[in-house]
């Protein structure tokens, strides 16, 4: 069974960065690729971007440049997104969500890490 | 960007009415391999997304048929032939052919 575990919630102070994991289980995680996507209450969702599994290769939404930074532990089958520079623009619920390819489906959703940017 | 506009935003079935969804794109999705890389999920309140339809038609594995979707370029419908108690939730269209990948804005879809 594919499974996307993210990391707790997070409270986070002004300026600060956050680092959310997202551990996979149940399929061969260098065959795929993981997408991180963003969740404002009550609102849209937006796609931050792509990262293969196999060597790493990333493909970001220009939107995100400079904000997020994704990452991946082949070793631990574990995706990462590094935010910095955190406002409160930035509070959301982001989720991981992996898809077979750059422009595939997202077949399969982690139950989403909740973000609070607040002093 | 490409804007996906969907309508209604807000529809009100009763159990057992046939719905549809439209889900109109500012640009056309299909893409230079020849493939249209139009989908489907659903958001039940409380929950993360779920895939329904890949591909503008594919049902997903696992999802009753009571759920397909059509269309081609520019315009597509998600129908649920038949709602269903467990069908409630906000409902999104989302391309994955033009970079950056972008949502519509939902509809959610509520008992009336």
């Known amino acids: 069974e594919v499974q996307l575990q993210q990391s707790g919630a997070e409270l986070v102070k002004p300026g600060a960065s956050v680092k959310l994991s997202c551990k996979t289980s149940?399929?061969?995680?260098?065959?795929?690729?993981m997408s991180w996507l963003k969740q404002m209450p009550g609102q849209n969702i937006e796609w931050i971007g792509n990262i293969y599994g196999g060597n790493g290769g990333t493909g970001y939404n220009q939107k995100f440049k400079g904000k997020a930074t994704l990452t991946v532990d082949k070793s631990s089958s574990t995706a990462y997104m590094d935010l910095s520079s955190l406002t409160s623009e930035d509070s959301a619920v982001y989720f991981c969500?992996?898809?077979?390819?750059?422009?595939?489906?997202?077949?399969?959703w982690g139950q989403g890490t909740l973000v609070t940017v607040s002093s | 960007d490409v804007v996906l506009t969907q309508t209604p935003p807000t529809l009100s079935a009763t159990i057992g009415q046939s719905v549809s969804i439209s889900c109109r794109s500012s640009?056309?999705?299909?893409?230079?391999?020849?493939?249209?890389?139009l989908h489907w999920l659903l958001q039940r309140p409380g929950q993360s997304p779920q895939l329904l339809i890949y591909s503008v038609s594919r049902l997903e594995s696992g999802v009753p048929n009571r759920f397909s979707g059509s269309g081609s370029g520019t315009d597509f419908t998600l129908k649920i032939s038949g709602v269903e108690a467990e069908d409630l939730g906000v409902y999104y269209c989302v391309q994955g052919t033009h970079a950056p990948n972008t949502f519509g804005a939902g509809t959610k879809l509520e008992l009336k």
């Open positions: 149940g399929y061969t995680f260098s065959n795929y690729y």
């Open positions: 969500a992996r898809r077979t390819g750059p422009r595939g489906p997202f077949a399969y």
């Open positions: 640009q056309s999705l299909l893409h230079s391999n020849g493939n249209t890389y």
